[in-house]
């Protein structure tokens, strides 16, 4: 009741902020051509392979080889016919995943590499798929498992194979229709998110979606409205906050410089130095770690420690100088690897903390301290301050959290309507994979448990795919996402994942705030779910030739034989004895291809 009153409070303010925040973001982006999309190639890369271990960056890299630049052996073009063979590429599964010692890791790996080498023929694909499902649900059922737990959790070959067929077949729906609500919800909680303070160390921000991600410390700012000089000396308006970081500072001047552009075809903010241009003065150039040390802490320079006070000012972005933070950075260096060269992070009482902030000759002598940016972490507070801050929480922060809440509102609704209300956009691939599954309850005598059907189509398509893409924009979206971003965004998945469940566990004072915050809303949107899941279900069955026309991974399918062609050596026996006086033809084959085993690796050129 506190919070609906609250809410009630603050609904004319959000209203407010939302027109101003619709103006800005159609300043910014206009239409729907504009939507930076990743190529399909891309968008395929991102999700067979999201990692970021050093295996898997290698492995990506040699699948990325251009086709001429690879030679397929004798032995490769044969073991990969050999996995065109339904029966023995379904005992290739089986056997791997008999083997308690392949993890799900390895099982993720082998369904991106089987995705790759037979997506060509996507027909065949989606036989196999739910040829496997179907094994996978006898196996599961048979267990006396709870049928609600099924498809819960990724740890099978096919599990997996059913989130890359998604992503496969829902690639050009998400571009004409889901993607533009996708990014303007993200364009919204990032112009949001850059009106008010953001903690460059920590990652909370003032208006962040996240309780547990708010900056709780009253940071005095001001908004700044100037001008940047670009390289080429074009000026552009910029809007800064005299709280920013230098580095935050930086990337807004190159977004406005590069406005509406890619976030890959955007230069690195390590590629230039920034100038204050002082009305009467000396031009300052603008460094980050300027401030002393005292005792073992660096605070990070902000706007506001070089007094910018001139009421319009104006910067100048200019070229590296040799004394630069960042001078033994290329001006092409990646901006994720440039940051990775010049910060190292690491966890102290769940606040991030940055240490070795410079690679340079001069500052490796310094000695060793820890930075901070807005909020020093570890400060000793009073029993005093805690209460005052209890009840600060209550009030100040609360309505804050509503206001952002209520400005973000409409995009959220964009989103979960796109998703849950276009009946007639339904791509071809999800009514093909409901009616499987509601076959499926039908051969298992389910079909009169609804919320069962219910948390299976939950389990495959809103858990598998969409909360990805969701969490994950920066997969389909040329973007640049900051955990500030990713922290508003898990709060978004979970609404979306609450209003998929068919159990309401009932909400109490004690409940989290992200859950209360949209306790009002999740009936209605539960509403929605539950009618558009009906309205599948009431569709014509899904004409296969959906399955026709789809472009290739555009990754190397060669490599990716290879490299299902060293798994199978490993199961060498098991493989052999698992065909079984059945199946001849299938072990000579096999059996002559593993004698030549040494020649699997493909030549590169």
């Known amino acids: 009741m506190h919070m609906e009153k609250l809410e009630m409070r603050v609904a004319n303010e959000c209203k407010d902020?939302?027109?101003?925040?619709?103006?800005?973001?159609?300043d910014d982006h206009g239409n729907v051509a504009e939507i930076p999309f990743r190529p399909f190639s891309d968008f395929m890369a991102s999700v067979l392979f999201p990692g970021t271990e050093a295996d898997t960056k290698d492995l990506l890299a040699r699948l990325m080889a251009p086709t001429s630049k690879v030679v397929e052996t004798p032995r490769l073009a044969q073991f990969k016919r050999l996995l065109r063979n339904r029966s023995f590429l379904q005992k290739f599964v089986e056997v791997v995943e008999a083997d308690p010692h392949f993890d799900v890791a390895n099982k993720c790996k082998m369904a991106s590499l089987l995705v790759i080498v037979i997506s060509d023929d996507m027909s065949y694909l989606t036989e196999v798929l739910f040829a496997l499902m179907e094994k996978l649900i006898d196996k599961f059922l048979a267990k006396k498992n709870h049928p609600q737990l099924l498809l819960r959790r990724t740890e099978s070959v096919a599990d997996k194979l059913l989130t890359h067929w998604l992503n496969y077949c829902c690639y050009q729906y998400l571009r004409n229709n889901a993607g533009q609500a996708i990014f303007t919800l993200f364009s919204a909680i990032k112009q949001q998110l850059d009106q008010g303070p953001q903690d460059e160390i920590t990652f909370e921000a003032k208006s962040s979606l996240n309780n547990e991600k708010m900056l709780r410390e009253t940071i005095e700012f001001t908004t700044i409205c100037g001008t940047v000089r670009d390289l080429n000396k074009k000026e552009h308006p910029v809007t800064l906050l005299t709280c920013d970081s230098i580095k935050q500072a930086k990337r807004k001047v190159i977004e406005s410089v590069h406005r509406g552009k890619p976030a890959s075809q955007i230069p690195p903010i390590e590629s230039f130095d920034l100038m204050y241009i002082r009305t009467g003065n000396t031009p300052t150039i603008l460094r980050e770690n300027q401030a002393p040390i005292?005792?073992?802490w660096r605070k990070l320079s902000t706007l506001a420690d070089y007094k910018i006070e001139d009421p319009q000012p104006v910067l100048a972005m200019i070229p590296l100088s040799t004394d630069s933070e960042h001078s033994s950075l290329s001006p092409t260096t990646d901006r994720r690897k440039a940051s990775f060269l010049t910060t190292k992070r690491y966890r102290s009482k769940g606040n991030l903390i940055t240490a070795g902030m410079n690679t340079s000759e001069s500052e490796k002598s310094e000695e060793r301290h820890q930075v901070y940016h807005l909020v020093k972490p570890g400060n000793d507070?009073?029993?005093t301050d805690t209460l005052l801050s209890t009840k600060m929480m209550s009030e100040v922060f609360l309505t804050r959290l509503l206001s952002t809440k209520g400005t973000l509102q409409p995009y959220v609704d964009d989103l979960l309507c796109t998703v849950?209300?276009?009946?007639?956009?339904?791509?071809?691939?999800v009514?093909?994979?409901f009616d499987f599954l509601e076959r499926q309850a039908q051969r298992h005598n389910l079909l009169h448990n609804q919320a069962c059907i219910h948390t299976w189509k939950n389990n495959s398509l809103s858990l598998r795919f969409w909360m990805n893409v969701i969490k994950n924009p920066q997969f389909l979206l040329d973007i640049d996402q900051t955990p500030c971003i990713d922290s508003s965004l898990n709060i978004v998945c979970g609404i979306f994942m609450d209003s998929c469940s068919t159990s309401d566990k009932g909400l109490t004072k004690d409940?989290?705030?992200?859950?209360l915050l949209y306790a009002k809303d999740i009936p209605r949107y539960r509403k929605q779910v539950q009618k558009h899941y009906e309205q599948v279900s009431?569709?014509?069955?899904?004409p296969l030739d959906f399955l026709t026309g789809l472009p290739p991974t555009g990754l190397n399918s060669t490599v990716a034989v290879s490299e299902l062609l060293s798994i199978a050596n490993k199961y060498q026996k098991q493989l052999q004895s698992s065909f079984g006086p059945d199946s001849p033809s299938l072990n000579l084959k096999f059996t002559s291809i593993i004698d030549a085993s040494l020649m699997t690796a493909p030549n590169f050129v």
């Open 538 to 542: 009431s569709l014509p069955p899904a």
């Open 381 to 383: 507070i009073s029993e």
């Open 420 to 429: 849950f209300m276009s009946r007639e956009r339904v791509p071809p691939c």
């Open 294 to 296: 005292v005792e073992g």
């Open 17 to 26: 902020a939302f027109t101003a925040l619709q103006m800005q973001l159609t």
């Open 431 to 433: 009514k093909y994979l």
């Open 511 to 515: 409940s989290p705030i992200n859950k």
